[in-house]
């Protein structure tokens, strides 16, 4: 038997005995995305009597955290997270998630100055060199493990072996506890049909991407409904660095649209942190060597973005005002998402040698009481946030156009938004301008206006 076998029955614990490690008012890290602790999570959770302030932070988490459904009061159990999925959502809707501020590619950074006390994370079976995988969830997980006094792994062989890259795993020396999960398939996103509207605006962007070009997508219908429509292209030779990969990259790259050939940051790769998606995207992962996984502070610092020539960043927002700024993670003090890597792909594309970053977002939606709103907005309800500034902002895409913000005044702007508005919310928003002291008379207004106007796209 090798050392490390020897070294992984010593350190084998059922999921009860492994959570024992944690104490009261001890900071929990949790595995992040599809690679959330959902064994050693529910056996946490059944401590809820036995402890008290424990701070658990995770980050995307599958679903409802056992730990916040078992303490709705946020007393035992103060759970944190860096960027919500709709299980975090709901729960912070019901006061017991609370948001973590943070952009993404500093986070490793931040465990320089936080603590940890214990990390549990999902990973793949030990290799036969004592590696741990951390699968489809690099990110900050490496920064977490090496600042947590107790690192408590969870298998899963449902977990696909993602090469890197680097700080994609974590070694058997390195790790305290071991527990087997019930494998269980990782979490899948539902998969989601591009929307017309999501389709009107992809083919707006579409005219932006060349050949040799390098993506970014963020996640969403808008996304989605570009990487199909590059699948169905004739585009070549794209590259690929992006914080998220998606199905979509699957598609693309077999339809014969990825070679990576002309990328000059991780040239012949596909460089990611973290993949959230179907199965197909966990199989193609497994044992690629064409992907490579990087911790976060590498993929999205926005100095290494900037190296690919011809980079296109796509994200989607909720609402941008008239000023141009973004808010793509709450809805006024209601969280969302989160900031996520936005900022580094809207500030790092901009700066690579013909470089492009698209914000995108639908011209209205539908209020609670069911009536369309403008998401074209001239200032943001109290308590959004900013997720990208006015300084930051580049293109902005609706299903009525697209704007380069790019040293444009604040008249200008004005103007531009408006032009993609919904028509119905053109001589409002108008109105709102010239109030703002952001608006030049003359006979724009007439001509934002009409509807049957074509209207300026650049």
Known sequence: MSS???????????????????????????GNFACAPLTLDAA?????????????????FPGLAAVAKADPTATRFIYNNWHFSGGDRKLHDAGNCFYVPFLFHEGPGYYDIIDSDVFLVAVAPMDERGYFNFGTSNSIQMAVAKKAKKVIVEINRNIPHCYGGFNEGIHIDEVDLIVESDHKPLFQLPSSTPSEIDTRIARLIMEEIRDGSCIQLGIGGMPNAVGKMIAESDLKDLGVHTEMLADSFVDMFEAGRITCKFTRYCPGKMAYTFALGSRKLYDFLDRNPFCASYSVD????????????????????????LFGQVSSESSGPRHISGTGGQFDYTFGAYHAPGGKSFICL??????KDGQLVSRIRPTFTPGSIITVPRTVSHWVVTEYGKVNLKGKSTWERAEALISIAHPDFRDELVEEAQKMGIWRAGDRKHKIQSPNLQLKTA
């Not at 020897?6 to 492994?18: C, D, E, H, I, L």
């Not at 059944?46 to 995770?58: G, I, Y």
């Not at 590498?298 to 900037?306: C, D, G, Q, R, W």
């Open 362 to 367: 639908s011209s209205t939606t539908k209020g």
């Open 298 to 321: 590498f993929v999205n610092k926005p100095s290494n973005i900037s190296m690919n020539e011809n980079m296109v960043a796509i994200n989607n927002a909720v609402e941008v005002d």
């Open 44 to 60: 946490l959770a059944e401590r809820v009597n036995e402890l008290e302030d424990v701070k658990v932070r995770a980050m995307t």
């Open 4 to 30: 490390y076998l020897v070294s992984y029955n010593k350190k084998m614990r059922s999921p009860g005995q492994a959570v024992a490690e944690v104490k009261s008012g001890n900071w929990v890290d949790y």
